[in-house]
């Protein structure tokens, strides 16, 4: 039988030194408290303290739960923009807090009525947009609660159907009932869904949702509303997936998808609405899938559809714009964000501002893919006598593709007094401009189309608008007929010797 083995003296006690070492390094700091004397220079385990080695390591800097390291030394320079995305405390009034954070807890999404069922009521309405509160969701379906029907605008006035923007919501989609139907169909009990909420109900996204939504919501904002104002939380997209396509196998490969187009940038909402989540269809999904109701505390409604079908001279997201009212600087909070965020300078602009130089700048769709663009030889001459334009000590030109990087392209338009473009959804950003007396929009079409989208637009925000037709100009007061053209790639003619002659025009006028 063999012997067991016997560790020698030596091999013990090479044991036991290599476990004392391991707690001793294992347990770093508390040893080091042990053996330093904190009267002494050298290792201490406070890093403010001058010398040794955890000076070296971490500096002077002093641990602090509202802040993160790495930024801390930016926070404390005195030159840091507005624009960072962090926040200093010390800047940050309470009240700002309140409204940046809210003060509502996780124990706060439950409500319990009872009998008491919250009956929705309708604060603001014109056709496709709508401000109501207590609007109940429940699998899918929303509830207006109420005793007075004959109160609300009809359901084909709210909204329309998912599956046909033409025709009015279905039954499974929006109902209306009584207090009693409500108390039996949707319980004693709920979620709640505190602050704003914002509904697009479209399954076909615009380009001027936000400019829309806002404009509805500034409705509240006004000398004479007695009804709080305060910021949206969320954006609902309850008919827009968030990418499109088909939603692969999750035990399959991973697929790269292209998200869904929502009507603007994804930059912009966390630019321009920096407190605003976007849910999409499969967020709507999860609140149906509870099978529990959720009450809306405030809902903004958008529906171009339900919109489109009462609307007559003016475009369907234009509604809210000539029938709610709202501060006449109602777009100013929004465009200042976006200005702030790009680094631009935000202050609306005046006719005895000191900025000596007008900024104008051409929107190009050279490069797009797909509808119109203007004819090389135009396309050419033009960036030319703007390139002539922009020698004048009174004039700063920019050329920006449509196709180009947003922020070099938003950044061109929000310090610009005069925007430049073919006809389409790049003009959409005009809204962004600075404004000011001599602000204005020029847009080119073929001849015999003409729509009133950009046009209505920077019009609700007081900035003048041409419209060309080749060598014809039209304005305000003499606009063609509204004719969409049946040829979205059609090929534009413009003459640009005119056109440079109408910017100094508009930025001479007085």
């Known amino acids: 039988m063999a012997r067991p083995y016997a560790l020698s003296r030596r091999e013990i006690t090479l044991v036991l030194f290599s476990i004392m070492i391991f707690l001793a390094f294992y347990n770093f700091e508390a040893t080091s408290d042990f053996f330093t004397n904190s009267n002494l220079p050298g290792i201490s385990s406070n890093p403010t303290v001058d010398g040794g080695l955890d000076m070296d390591i971490y500096g002077d800097w002093v641990s602090d739960d509202r802040r993160i390291s790495s930024v801390h030394k930016q926070q404390e320079k005195e030159y840091a923009s507005e624009g960072d995305i962090w926040l200093k405390s010390e800047r940050v009034s309470e009240a700002q807090k309140q409204v940046i954070f809210g003060n509502i807890g996780v124990n706060d999404g439950f409500m319990h009525w009872g009998k008491d069922m919250p009956e929705t009521r309708i604060v603001k309405h014109v056709a496709g947009f709508s401000i109501m509160d207590n609007v109940i969701m429940c699998n899918g379906t929303i509830f207006i609660v109420t005793d007075s029907p004959s109160s609300f605008p009809s359901l084909g006035s709210i909204a329309s159907s998912a599956g046909n923007s ?134 903004v409604v958008a529906d171009f559809g339900a919109a489109a079908r009462s609307a007559n001279d003016v475009p369907p997201f234009a509604l809210p714009l000539v029938g709610l009212d709202a501060s006449q600087d109602w ?52 960036v030319n006598a703007l390139e002539t334009l922009h020698e004048s000590n009174d004039f700063e030109v920019n050329i920006v593709s449509s196709e180009g990087h947003w922020a ?103």
């Open 166 to 299: 033409h025709e009015a919501p279905l039954p499974v989609e929006w109902v209306v009932l009584s207090i009693e139907q409500a108390r039996d169909i949707l319980g004693s009990y709920g979620g709640l869904i505190q602050g704003t909420s914002w509904l697009s109900y479209a399954a076909i996204p615009s380009n001027y949702t936000l400019f829309s939504l806002w404009k509805t919501h500034s409705s509240l904002n006004t000398s004479t509303s007695l009804d709080p104002f305060r910021p949206p939380r969320r954006l609902f997209f309850p008919n827009i997936p968030t990418y499109i396509g088909i939603r692969p196998d999750l035990n399959g490969p991973i697929i790269r998808r292209q998200r869904s187009h929502s009507g603007f940038h994804p930059y912009l909402p966390k630019a321009a609405f920096p407190l605003l989540g976007l849910m999409y269809k499969e967020d709507w999904e999860d609140y149906a899938l509870m099978e529990m109701p959720f009450v809306f505390e405030r809902m």
């Open 331 to 382: 777009w100013e909070p929004i465009r200042q964000n976006l200005a702030k965020f790009l680094h631009v300078n935000y202050n609306t602009q005046n006719l005895n501002s000191e900025q000596k130089k007008t900024i104008v700048t051409y929107i190009s769709r050279q490069d797009a893919i797909n509808g119109s663009r203007l004819r090389s030889a135009d396309h050419n001459a033009l």
């Open 408 to 510: 070099e392209r938003l950044t061109a338009v929000a310090k610009s007094n005069v925007i430049l473009g073919v006809y389409g959804d790049s003009l959409a950003d005009s809204v962004f401009m600075r404004p000011s007396e001599r602000s204005a929009l020029m847009e080119f079409f073929p001849a015999d189309v003409f729509t009133r989208d950009a046009e209505t637009a920077v019009r609700s925000l007081g900035i003048h608008y041409i419209a060309w037709w080749n060598d014809r100009r039209f304005e305000t007061d003499s606009l063609p007929p509204v004719a969409p053209g049946s040829d979205p790639a059609q090929e534009v003619q413009i003459d640009p010797a005119a056109v440079v002659h109408a910017i100094l025009e508009v930025v001479t006028r007085t």
